[in-house]
């Protein structure tokens, strides 16, 4: 689906753009003014709470201010009445005076959806716009699965950066332990124990569905009671290539929202291992590579812009400790010529090892 990731691509780029310009965007007074709808929400109901943000901004005390607050909020009205309906990821929207003149109001309004669904909701009139879920989503390049279940049911969702999407919640209909009348308990405990793997099986099967074409899934959570969660990895089938994805099977007591939010919770070392390993590899590979064929490697500013400029990077790594314009020029030219971008930290030796030979470098598809 090259033309599907080239749409992305661009979607991202505009986004970086537009949160770059937010950025220097300063009120004088608190009348800039933020509002996240999350994905599936009433549009109506935001609205109505915009409607009534009026009568509190009515009580500002400064003429000028309330007034630039007062335009903004009935901008967005307006704005909000146009729509028929909400964007599938949700929808940001930024209004307010930007004007640089004292005394004279210049109210303008920018909206975007989302690269990824959104699940923050928002109201805020502050001297800056608040950007920070936007920025976030930019920074999600992989995304992890989770799945919680106990005997009754079962929830899979998403973890996308710091975000935790519900995608799906399911029922087993395997009745409690109290038995039914005359049934033998041991009847009742094979009757039982068919439904819960049967249960199991659905189970994969939906995690299949869910997980297994995702090229962004890094890898899978599991959590439940004990010993749930192990009958159902023992007895539900779920298909090697996702049980290879598995990093971690946590000891959780509740199977639906609040059980993927304690998974994620209880998995947090777990995740940040994945990335300390991830990035310890590739910078290996890049040590190496300048070590066995340096004429394969590049480092320093120079050396790495040459290699993006002939088209020679294959894989273009920079240090998070990097000047922010420095790695967006850098990202823009290695997106002119699809090279892989790889931020990496400074807080394993390899990453600190990097930084200090110029914080950046690549590997090469090619020598030049």
């Known amino acids: 689906m090259p033309h599907e990731k080239e749409h992305e691509k661009e979607r991202r780029a505009e986004l970086e753009e537009l949160l770059e310009m937010l950025k220097d965007i300063r009120g004088r007074h608190t009348e800039l003014v933020s509002v996240y709808i999350p994905a599936g929400f009433n549009i109506n109901t935001v609205t109505r709470q915009i409607e009534q943000e009026k009568s509190t901004a009515s009580n500002i005390k400064s003429r000028t201010t309330r007034n630039n607050v007062l335009d903004a909020l009935e901008k967005i009205t307006r704005y909000l009445k146009l729509i028929d ?38 109201y805020r009139c502050d001297q800056e716009f608040v950007l920070e879920p936007l920025e976030e989503m930019l920074e999600v390049d992989e995304v992890y699965g989770l799945m919680v279940i106990e005997r009754k049911e079962a929830t899979l969702g998403l973890l996308e950066g710091k975000q935790i999407k519900t995608l799906r919640k399911m029922t087993s209909g395997v009745p409690g332990k109290i038995k039914a009348g005359g049934q033998s308990a041991a009847r009742f405990h094979r009757l039982t124990e068919g439904m819960a793997k049967e249960f199991y099986r659905r189970v994969a099967e939906a995690m299949k569905k869910e997980f297994f074409n995702l090229k962004k899934l890094k890898g899978i959570l599991i959590g439940g009671p004990i010993p749930t969660k192990e009958d159902f990895l023992q007895q539900g089938e779920l298909v090697t290539a996702l049980k290879e994805k598995i990093i971690a099977v946590k000891d959780i007591g509740y199977a639906d929202e609040h059980g993927l939010k304690l998974l994620v919770e209880a998995s ?101």
């Open 85 to 122: 309906k909400l964007p599938e990821n949700g929808l940001a929207i930024f209004c307010g005076n930007i004007s640089e003149k004292e005394g004279q109001a210049q109210i303008e309004l920018w909206s975007t959806e989302p690269p990824l669904s959104l699940n923050v909701r928002l």
């Open 268 to 368: 947090a070392e777990d995740l940040a291992e994945q990335e300390i390993i991830k990035e310890k590899k590739l910078l290996e590979k890049f040590f190496e590579t300048l070590a066995r064929e340096p004429e394969k490697a590049a480092y320093g500013l120079s050396a790495v812009k040459k290699a993006l400029k002939y088209g020679a990077a294959e894989t273009l790594i920079l240090s998070k400790k990097l000047k922010k314009e420095l790695i967006k020029e850098l990202t823009k030219m290695a997106e002119q010529i699809s090279a892989n971008i790889e931020i990496v930290s400074v807080e394993t030796p390899e990453g600190l090892q990097f930084y200090n030979l110029s914080g950046m470098g690549a590997i090469l598809r090619f020598a030049i």
